[in-house]
Structure formats: structure tokens, C-alpha cells
């Protein structure tokens, strides 16, 4: 068969929303948990408004360094701490 279509553009949009510290960074205000997951300022960005997003946004374009760094402390923890297999050794614990 033929190459596989892209997704369709609405599953596009929410897995780039959703990707955080893999390519972003940046996490929304819809995790109220995400301090129990990464830090934030260090490893992830969140903000509470659009006011804050945007200062997020303008100082990552400054400082595209820090921009970078936060990204990748984030990454780092994500793959240490988060991954499929992180989540499927928690399920073997609850179910032994």
C-alpha cells in the first residue's frame, strides 16, 4: 500500500498541544498537577492566562537560550521519568 495520510488536522493540533517538554517546554493551565511532574521554571513553562503566556512567549524569543534549556531539562525528565514504560511498570505493581 501507499505511504499512511497524516492525521487529520485536529489530532495534529492536539498532539502538538499537548507535546510539552519533547519539543515545547511549555505546559497550559489545564495541568493543575504538572508541579507533580516536572518544575515548573526549570524543566516546564505554565502560565494562568493569556498575559502570562505571552510573557513566556516574548522572553523565549529574547533569550532563546533559556528558551532552549528549559526545553531540554524538560525532555530529559520527561524520558527519565515519563515514558510508556515508566507507566506500564507502575501498572504491573498495582496489579501483582
Known sequence: MGAR????????DRQRRHR?????GRAGRDRADVDVHFEPGREVL?????D???EHAERA????VWARG???AGRRRALA?????HRMREV????A
Not at 46 to 50: E, H, K, N, Q
Open 5 to 12: 495520510s497524516p492525521p487529520p488536522r485536529r489530532a495534529r
Open 20 to 24: 510539552g517538554p519533547y519539543g515545547s
Open 46 to 50: 505554565v502560565f494562568a492566562d493569556g
Open 52 to 54: 502570562e503566556l505571552a
Open 61 to 64: 524569543i529574547r533569550e532563546p
Open 70 to 72: 528549559i526545553a531540554e
Open 81 to 85: 521519568e515519563h515514558t510508556l514504560v
Open 92 to 95: 504491573e505493581v498495582l496489579w
